[in-house]
T-cell receptor, first 116, second 114 residues
């Protein structure tokens, strides 16, 4: 079974621009979560989508948004980029279950975003 | 609030020596606990997980972890480290809620000396 794929793998943008990152989950997985990884803040939860609905959102400004399509693929968008948005953005997918916290999340390789 | 503490930022171990990475969590309900490993420039790979039952869990690559509720700990161990184990290791807690969210520790970077 193919793993979680993320595109693009690397991205360079300038301040003020916007960016869209894409994530394709493992086949059959319906939940997609996004995380931001930086040296200073570590791994932080951005949001989670399940069946095209955002179920939970982390403590990030409204410039960070996402969506999920009917095939479970997900995109996240960052508008008006700031230097501090430079990070590795990781996507994870999981199966649905009755106890969501217990589901194992499988991570993609990430998208490295650099904001100049 | 939920939190995960990995007190060691860096650990250096000789190849062939044993390894223990520490993890403590703070969470009011029954925790779901995970260990992930990240090689440079890569995503996170699941090593093992604890949901319930036997408190000693086995994972991939010869790793194991022991859940100790009384100490709120979930330490990762390996009896003999290989040079390929050099990477960053993250402990995480999955919240017992209706949605997915992992709270991660700050990670421990493992260096393996020859």
């Amino acid at each position: 079974k193919a793993g979680v794929t993320q595109t693009p793998r690397y991205l360079i943008k300038t301040r003020g621009q916007q960016v869209t990152l894409s994530c394709s989950p493992i086949s059959g997985h319906r939940s997609v979560s996004w995380y931001q990884q930086t040296p200073g803040q570590g791994l932080q939860f951005l949001f989670e989508y399940f069946s095209e609905t955002q179920r939970n959102k982390g403590n990030f400004p409204g410039r960070f948004s996402g969506r999920q399509f009917s095939n479970s693929r997900s995109e996240m968008n960052v508008s008006t980029l700031e230097l501090g948005d430079s990070a590795l953005y990781l996507c994870a997918s999981s199966l649905p279950s009755g106890s969501a916290g217990a589901d194992t999340q499988y991570f993609g390789p990430g998208t490295r975003l650099t904001v100049l | 609030a939920q939190s995960v503490t990995q007190p060691d930022i860096h650990i250096t171990v000789s190849e062939g020596a044993s390894l223990e990475l520490r993890c403590n969590y703070s969470y009011g309900a029954t925790p779901y606990l995970f260990w992930y490993v990240q090689s440079p420039g890569q995503g996170l790979q699941l090593l093992l997980k604890y949901f319930s039952g036997d408190t000693l869990v086995q994972g991939i690559k010869g790793f194991e972890a022991e859940f100790k509720r009384s100490q709120s700990s979930f330490n990762l161990r390996k009896p003999s480290v290989h040079w390929s184990d050099a990477a960053e290791y993250f402990c995480a807690v999955g919240l017992n809620t209706g949605f997915q969210k992992l709270v991660f520790g700050t990670g421990t970077r493992l260096l393996v000396s020859p």
